[in-house]
């Protein structure tokens, strides 16, 4: 079943990083479609904002594929250290990803509660991605693939956002401002508690503490 739902995650992955590229750099490249949602101050820097914006899908991209690779069983000593180099360019990823998130935020679609939601949402990313280099720095494998898995599933925090909003806003009919800020706040606390149902599905119950994961 491991085999399978990694496959599945791949899949989505690769499909969602996909998408969001050609979104972003191919089909609206000028952020129409974003922008004219947001209520933005006349002192708003656009081809900063859109630079901004670019490096966090980047970032954000980068985060969801080498988060994969950490997901790989290969008792090799060469994956160790393939594992270990991307693990600290995920961890820059995420910091890239989490401080242009907060530059970002204040323009948030539906004000400042959309935008508080994206600065807890991307805080707890940080703080369960350092959680996860500590244990692994302590030699705790179980629970650095533990903190691992947390911080993982916050990288599809906007993945979330979008089905939510899906279902609020098109299928209910619910107004856009308000959809948008209830996926934010909906979407933090459901891919946080996939990831405890990863955690015990397939980690808690298969991997003893002392146990090199890899």
């Known amino acids: 079943m491991y085999r399978w739902f990694l496959g599945g995650l791949s899949a989505l992955?690769?499909?969602?990083?996909?998408?969001?590229?050609?979104?972003?750099?191919?089909?609206?490249?000028?952020?129409?479609?974003?922008?004219?949602?947001?209520?933005?101050?006349?002192?708003?820097?656009?081809?900063?904002?859109?630079?901004?914006?670019?490096?966090?899908?980047?970032?954000?991209?980068?985060?969801?594929?080498?988060?994969?690779?950490?997901?790989?069983?290969?008792?090799?000593?060469?994956?160790?250290?393939?594992?270990?180099?991307n693990g600290y360019i995920y961890i820059g990823a995420v910091c890239i990803a989490a401080l242009s998130a907060g530059y970002l935020a204040p323009q948030a679609t539906g004000g400042e509660w959309t935008s508080f939601g994206f600065n807890v949402f991307e805080a707890v990313w940080v703080i369960t991605t350092a959680m996860a280099y500590i244990k692994v720095r302590k030699q705790q494998r179980r629970a650095h693939v533990v903190w691992m898995i947390r911080s993982y599933s916050l990288a599809y925090f906007n993945t979330g956002i979008h089905l939510w909003f899906m279902i609020l806003h098109r299928a209910f009919s619910i107004p856009y401002d308000v959809a948008y800020t209830s996926s934010v706040w909906l979407a933090g606390p459901t891919v946080l508690l996939l990831a405890e149902w990863v955690n015990w599905r397939f980690v808690r119950r298969t991997i003893t503490p002392d146990r090199n994961f890899h």
């Open 13 to 85: 992955a690769v499909f969602w990083v996909v998408n969001t590229m050609l979104t972003t750099f191919v089909f609206d490249p000028a952020d129409i479609h974003i922008l004219i949602h947001k209520q933005l101050p006349p002192h708003f820097h656009r081809h900063l904002w859109q630079g901004v914006l670019g490096l966090h899908v980047i970032s954000s991209s980068c985060t969801m594929l080498l988060g994969l690779v950490g997901f790989l069983r290969r008792p090799l000593p060469l994956f160790r250290r393939i594992h270990r180099a």
